[in-house]
C-alpha cells in the first residue's frame, strides 16, 4: 500500500464486517427475506463463503445483524445535523419531512421487509420488536431535541406514534402502487400530520 498507512488487522475485520451488512440491506431489498441467501449477500459483499460464516454462521446471525445496522444508519441519518426552523411546528414537520425520505430509503425497505417476514417468524419478530423500540425511542430523543418537551406535552407521545404508523402505511401502499399515487397519498397524510402537530403546539 505504497505512500498510504496499512491498515490494522482490526480495521480490516471492521471493513469486512460492515461490507456484509450492507450487503445484507441490498440483498434484502433487492431478493426479498424468503428468497436472500448467505451465498448471495457473501458475494455482494466480495467476500468467500468462508469469511462471512466466520463472522456471521447462519443467514439468521447476518439478518439479525443486518436488523441492527439498518436501524442504526437510519438513526445516525436522522440524527445529523438536526433541523431549526422558525417555528416549533415548522421543525417538528421538518423532522417529519426527513423521516419519510429515510422511510423511503434501502434500509428502511430492508427493515420493512422483516417487519413482514416477523409476522409468521417469532424468532425474527423478538428481534424485529427490539430494534422498533430502539428507532422509536431514537426519534423521540431526536425530536425533543429539536423542540424541547414535545412528548411531554398532553399529545406529543400520540403524535409521534400517529406519525410513524402513518409514514410506514403510506411506504407500504407505495408498494403495490405507481410514485405518482404514493407522492399524493403522502401530500394528503402529510397535511393531516402538519394539523395534528400544530394542535399538539398549541397552534404556535
Same mark, same amino acid.
Given at each position: ?43 455482494? +459483499? *466480495?467476500? =468467500? ?7 456471521? &454462521? ?6 439479525? @445483524? /443486518? $436488523? ?48 413482514? +417476514? *416477523?409476522? =409468521? ?7 424485529? &420488536? ?6 422509536? @425511542? /431514537? $426519534? ?65
Amino acid at each position: 500500500m505504497a505512500g498510504g498507512k496499512r491498515r490494522t488487522q482490526a480495521e480490516r475485520r471492521a471493513a469486512t464486517r460492515t461490507a456484509l451488512l450492507a450487503a445484507t440491506v441490498e440483498c434484502l431489498v433487492e431478493y426479498g427475506y424468503a428468497n436472500v441467501t448467505a451465498a448471495q449477500i457473501a458475494e455482494r +459483499a *466480495g467476500v =468467500t463463503r468462508g469469511a462471512q460464516a466466520h463472522y456471521f &454462521a447462519t443467514k439468521a446471525d447476518l439478518v439479525v @445483524a /443486518g $436488523l441492527e445496522y439498518a436501524t442504526g444508519t437510519i438513526l445516525d441519518q436522522l440524527r445529523g445535523d438536526p433541523p431549526h426552523r422558525p417555528t416549533e411546528a415548522e421543525t417538528v414537520m421538518a423532522l417529519v419531512d426527513r423521516l419519510w425520505a429515510l422511510h423511503d430509503s434501502p434500509s428502511f425497505t430492508a427493515l420493512t421487509e422483516l417487519w413482514l +417476514a *416477523g409476522r =409468521t417468524d417469532a424468532e425474527l419478530r423478538r428481534h424485529v &420488536a427490539r430494534y422498533n423500540r430502539r428507532l422509536t @425511542a /431514537g $426519534l423521540g430523543e431526536t425530536l425533543n431535541e429539536v423542540v424541547p418537551d414535545f412528548l411531554g406535552r398532553p399529545r406529543g407521545t400520540a403524535v409521534l406514534l400517529t406519525a410513524l404508523a402513518a409514514i410506514r402505511g403510506v411506504l407500504l401502499t407505495g408498494f403495490v402502487s405507481s410514485e405518482r399515487t404514493t407522492g399524493t397519498l403522502w401530500t394528503v397524510t402529510r397535511s393531516e400530520l402538519e394539523q395534528l402537530v400544530l394542535d399538539a403546539i398549541g397552534g404556535s
